[in-house]
């Protein structure tokens, strides 16, 4: 038998979330009772407005999973602001 994973304690970072698959992975997260979602994206804008639609439970950061900088930034940027992100999906 398998457990089911308990979403209501899972932060995940989720590459290439503002739209698509990736906000829809965001999307089910939140609606599972996940306390945050942090995504990442390369277009500003389509982050704030995918943020816009769960006020203080979306976190945006700007990230080229494509740039070696990018990456070693995002990486950084989490182990400070969101220590308890504790889930990865690689949609980017």
Not at 13 to 35: Q, V
Not at 46 to 68: Q, R
């Amino acid at each position: 038998t398998t457990t089911p994973l308990d979403i209501t304690k899972m932060i995940p970072l989720i590459t290439g979330g503002g739209s698509g698959i990736g906000w829809g992975f965001a999307e089910e997260f939140l609606k599972a009772g996940a306390p945050k979602v942090i995504i990442t994206g390369r277009r500003l804008a389509v982050l704030e407005e995918a943020a816009s639609k769960y006020p203080g439970k979306v976190f945006i950061k700007v990230s080229d999973a494509g740039s070696e900088k990018d990456r070693q930034e995002l990486l950084e940027w989490i182990e400070k602001e969101h220590p308890d992100c504790n889930a990865l999906i690689n949609n980017a």
